[in-house]
């Protein structure tokens, strides 16, 4: 599966910005999508995941509540919908596949967020 992630900005304390993950090369049943970030020199963080069956998210600790996660089957997209964004979310954002038994061996490209105070 190939992976293109877009939708990355600059933005202020507080503000919202939705990334996108079009999805392309086979079919997505029974598989999950996830997004990750990295600030260079740290390691890659989980931010949250859905299955593209049901549409079941997860969330990390550190975005419970102000991100959100879905699908658009029709479209092979995931979006990452991210308010009351802060400073350390300042990150490369990047989305992976995996099958549901496997590991994250998909990825996309990343896209740089950026939030100041």
């Known amino acids: 599966v190939q992976l293109q992630a877009s939708g990355g900005g600059l933005l202020q304390d507080g503000d919202s910005l939705r990334l996108s993950c079009v999805a392309s090369g086979r079919t997505l049943t029974n598989w999950i999508i996830g997004w990750f970030r990295q600030v260079p020199g740290k390691e890659r963080e989980f931010v949250a995941h859905?299955?593209?069956?049901?549409?079941?998210?997860r969330y990390s600790d550190s975005v419970k509540g102000r991100f959100t996660i879905s699908r658009d089957s029709a479209k092979n997209t995931v979006y990452l919908q991210m308010n009351n964004l802060k400073p350390e979310d300042t990150a490369i954002y990047y989305c992976a596949a995996r099958s549901s038994a496997g590991a994250y061996n998909n990825w996309g490209q990343g896209t740089q967020v950026t939030v100041s105070s």
């Open positions: 859905i299955t593209w069956n049901l549409g079941t998210p």
